[in-house]
């Protein structure tokens, strides 16, 4: 199976307890085979609070993993301006609306360079609306991703996400630049990469990556970036920023993962914690990048900049900079990293991050596999990342605080110790 070995296996299903067995099948039943539960024993979850999940006996799971929520669950602020604009009005962007061009002028003020925003309601949808501007703007084709990448779910998108369909299962027009997750220096796989391209007679459009590389393992200060970017441009090709998991202050520095590079994006996606878990997604691109597009092309998207999801996001924004999430990510996640460093275990064999995005590699699969179980058991939620499956990927909301900090630190010592 391509992707993370943490899910359940639906085969184990006589296991569980009856009325979770009972369950399963039904959702099976009703859902099909392509769904996916995590863990040996699946969770049920009804209610949630700040970084917490509680089952339908109250108990009490602390989250390291949800990065949707990144304000928080059911944080009072967005329920409150999701309610009170539903029982408003819900309309689309073919309507003028204060409050849908006061929320994008806030966001672009957020750029470093120029840029026009056009709504969505999932990251998947802004991945592929950037592919068809680069494509627009630059006569070329040819898209460049990272070697694990995952940049979301449709036909398009999905045949540039090796995680979710496998290299063999890529877009003909793409390619996967080995790195950063093998030895070869990220610039060099990327230069690999146009040069097959271009012996393909494929002209490049765009080189696409999450800039924490959160599929491949999470490396939030890769080197070589910087000069993967400028071949691509020089090749006639954009570089697009998928700002899905490390935007919104996830790295503790700043809004945006591409900031810590000093890049200027053509093109910026962003999704998952932008509404607090409300479907609106983005994609901000630079007006000349954009023109093209919008003179040969229309665009209307029913639900993408709906009122109701403008209403979350932007209460969202007010919550990430009133209580000050962003500086909370670098000095709380500052202080995970080194209290997992500070474990000394000799299977741990890398302590990566920014903020409240880690990436702790593991000895190998099956042991990493043994962790995130163990730890679900001890009511500590997390899961696995990379191409082996050996990553350990800790991304909770980012009011996670000291004493979640204490927490999570406390049960790994605790497995860890009796594995």
């Not at 304000?71 to 009170?84: F, L």
């Not at 084709?141 to 063999?168: C, F, K, M, Q, R």
């Not at 043994?370 to 696995?384: G, H, I, K, S």
């Amino acid at each position: 199976m391509v992707g993370p070995t943490t899910y359940f296996d639906e085969s184990t299903v006589d296991r569980l307890d009856a009325r979770t067995a009972d369950l399963v099948r039904r959702r099976a039943a009703a859902l099909g085979p392509a769904y996916r539960l995590f863990y040996r024993e699946p969770l049920e979850f009804v209610r949630g609070e700040r970084a917490h999940l509680f089952d339908a006996d109250g108990v009490d799971y602390l989250d390291a993993y949800n990065n949707v929520p990144s304000v928080g669950h059911a944080n009072p602020r967005v329920v409150a301006a999701i309610a009170e604009q539903a029982a408003r009005l819900n309309t689309h962007t073919r309507y003028l609306s204060e409050a849908t061009v006061a929320y994008a002028e806030r966001l672009l003020a957020t750029m470093p360079m120029p840029g026009e925003v056009m709504f969505t309601c999932t990251g998947s949808e802004a991945n592929d609306l950037a592919l068809r501007v680069a494509k627009a703007a630059t006569g070329g084709e040819g898209v460049i991703v990272s070697w694990n990448a995952y940049h979301g779910i449709t036909t398009e998108i999905a045949g540039i996400s090796p995680s979710l369909v496998g290299l063999d299962g890529m877009a003909p027009w793409a390619r996967a630049a080995r790195g950063p997750v093998t030895d070869v220096p990220f610039a060099e796989a990327v230069a690999a990469s146009l040069r097959e391209l271009d012996a393909a007679g494929i002209r490049p459009a765009a080189l696409i990556v999450d800039t924490v590389f959160a599929s491949d393992g999470g490396f939030p200060d890769l080197e070589g970036l910087v000069e993967a970017v400028a071949a691509v441009r020089a090749a006639g090709g954009l570089f697009i920023a998928d700002e899905v998991q490390p935007g919104f202050g996830r790295l503790g520095h700043g809004m945006w993962g591409f900031s810590r590079y000093g890049i200027e994006p053509d093109i910026v996606t962003m999704g998952k914690p932008m509404a607090n878990g409300h479907p609106v997604a983005a994609m901000v691109a630079r007006p000349d990048v954009l023109a093209p597009f919008g003179r040969d092309m229309r665009y209307f998207n029913t639900y993408g900049g709906n009122s109701v999801s403008i209403a979350a996001a932007s209460a969202t924004l007010d919550v990430l900079e009133d209580e000050q999430l962003i500086e909370n990510a670098r000095i709380v996640g500052g202080r995970l990293a080194d209290g997992i460093r500070g474990l000394s275990d000799e299977r741990i064999l890398a302590v990566r991050g920014a903020g409240l995005f880690l990436g702790v590699d593991l000895v190998d699969e099956a042991f990493t596999l043994d962790v995130v179980n163990a730890l679900r058991d001890r009511r500590v939620l997390l899961a696995a990342s990379g191409p082996g499956n050996t990553t350990l990927k800790i991304r909770p909301p980012l009011v996670f605080d000291d004493a979640d900090v204490d927490r999570l630190l406390t049960e790994l010592a605790a497995v860890l110790a009796s594995s």
